[in-house]
């Protein structure tokens, strides 16, 4: 790999560890203000010091990020489509040029394998990856799962696989039973999507289960930012993923800081009648 690839990717996944937090913020693209995120501004803010890198669109970083920010950028570069047609036609959003001239340390595109247009998002990654190679941009290839498609260790190992055969540098898929097997046939790292909300206990289990069955680390968005306390969320994902705690330990973590960050969401006014 050319060097500044290689450095590129070091910037996402941390040499120290070998691992990785992702925030993903890019539910936008195609599902509008996502809740959680309608002020993306107000909800990436404060977790931007505990994330690793920050998935996002160029609209949304353009909008809603300090250029200043010290963040380490995966540019979303798929899209065209919406929640109200098919979500697999999608295109090439985003210029590798745009990438560059924004500064991102790498690009993410999603493979729709099994879906409708399921050649085109395969060919949407080969080219960007020819792209990408050319200067040094590292690709990562998001498995979306269509929705008639089982999110099992088959179906999972095939898409993951198709991805590394095609040239994706980092592949983003979701947990399954069996993920062990999605890790062993997939050449490249993988990363974590954290998929839909859930209890934070369950998703503390998700990130612990993922990291020990062979992913490098998460890409989490939802399971951080509809959390009651997505600071203290991000830091018990951190804990496990960085410091190999336990699923226990991240939660306890969890909730010793939770309180404190959820009180000071409470308006002064509101504290001070609860007095
Ligand atoms: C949306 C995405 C998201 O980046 C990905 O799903 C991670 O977010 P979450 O943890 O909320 O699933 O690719 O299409």
């Known amino acids: 790999m050319d ?103 790498a690009v993410a595109l999603s493979i729709f394998v099994g879906g409708e247009y399921e050649r085109r998002t395969l060919l949407n990654l080969s080219k960007l990856v020819d792209a990408g190679e050319r200067y040094g941009i590292p690709v990562l290839a998001v498995t979306a799962v269509g929705k008639d498609m089982a999110r099992d260790a088959r179906y999972l190992g095939l898409a993951c696989r198709i991805a590394a055969e095609l040239g994706a540098h980092i592949v983003k898929t979701y947990f399954c039973e069996g993920f062990e097997k999605v890790a062993e046939g997939c050449p490249v790292p993988l990363v974590m999507a954290g998929g839909k909300k859930i209890p934070e206990k369950e998703a503390l289990q998700l990130t612990y289960n993922a990291i020990h069955s062979g992913a490098v680390g998460v890409d989490m968005g939802r399971n951080i930012f509809q959390s009651e306390a997505p600071v203290s969320m991000i830091k018990a994902v951190r804990s496990i993923v960085h410091e190999n705690t336990t699923v226990n330990e991240a939660y306890e973590l969890f909730n010793s800081l939770k309180n404190e960050e959820v009180q000071q969401k409470v308006p002064a006014s509101k504290q001070a009648a609860s007095v």
Do not use: C
């Open 3 to 105: 060097w500044g690839l290689k450095n590129r990717i070091s910037n996402i996944i941390k040499p120290n560890t070998g691992r990785t937090v992702m925030l993903a913020v890019d539910h936008g693209y195609f599902q509008g203000p996502t809740t959680g995120l309608r002020e993306p501004r107000k909800t990436i803010q404060p977790l931007l010091p505990y994330a690793d890198a920050l998935m996002l669109t160029r609209g949304i970083l353009r909008t809603s990020i300090d250029a200043d920010a010290d963040i380490p950028v995966v540019l979303r570069v798929s899209g065209g489509t919406s929640i109200l047609k098919e979500l697999s036609n999608e295109g090439v959003t985003t210029s590798m040029e745009e990438a560059i001239r924004l500064n991102a340390s």
